[in-house]
């Protein structure tokens, strides 16, 4: 019985290398309720805020460890995004989180991102978690990898065709 084709792997598309235009495109950081912040974010570094609500809470009535990994990565993402030329693209490759206190409902949030190093291919970036009061909430590092078109359409023409 033949095998039915695969569907292709998922890329990324394109980011837009203005930040006042990226934070209106929206995505899964704005659907938990957090926002790129422009004007506190600048070449080599973002910054990602918002007020938790009670979605964005556990069992335990703090906030879910899935909210604060979300605003690291879109924040450190983001600084990430701020270095790629127009023709280049990412994607979060690792993304390690350290919790280090509760945030509960009610609390305003805000995460930064920052370059740490940029290679042809690898980024690797920082991010720091605070609550309103300037108190460190979580902290974390990733690492981001880094694609050209040419290297995405050289990518596509040696994949073999389906038959």
Do not use: C
């Amino acid at each position: 019985m033949p095998r039915a084709s695969s569907p292709p792997e998922p890329r990324p598309t394109r980011p837009l290398p203005d930040l006042y235009r990226a934070a209106r495109r929206g995505g899964f950081h704005q659907e938990v309720g957090f926002r790129i912040e422009p004007k506190a974010s600048g070449r080599g570094f973002a910054t990602v805020a918002g007020r938790v609500e009670h979605r964005h809470l556990n069992i335990n009535g703090v906030v879910h460890g899935g909210v604060y990994a979300t605003i690291l990565d879109t924040a450190m993402g983001a600084s990430v995004v701020s270095l790629l030329s127009p023709k280049e693209t990412t994607a979060t490759t690792s993304l390690y989180v350290e919790f280090l206190r509760a945030a509960r409902e009610g609390d305003t949030l805000s995460a930064v991102g920052r370059v740490l190093r940029r290679g042809r291919h690898i980024a690797f970036a920082e991010g720091e978690l605070q609550g309103a009061d300037g108190r460190r909430l979580s902290q974390g590092h990733g690492t981001w990898y880094i694609w050209s078109d040419e290297e995405r359409a050289a990518g596509r023409a040696a994949r073999p065709r389906p038959t």
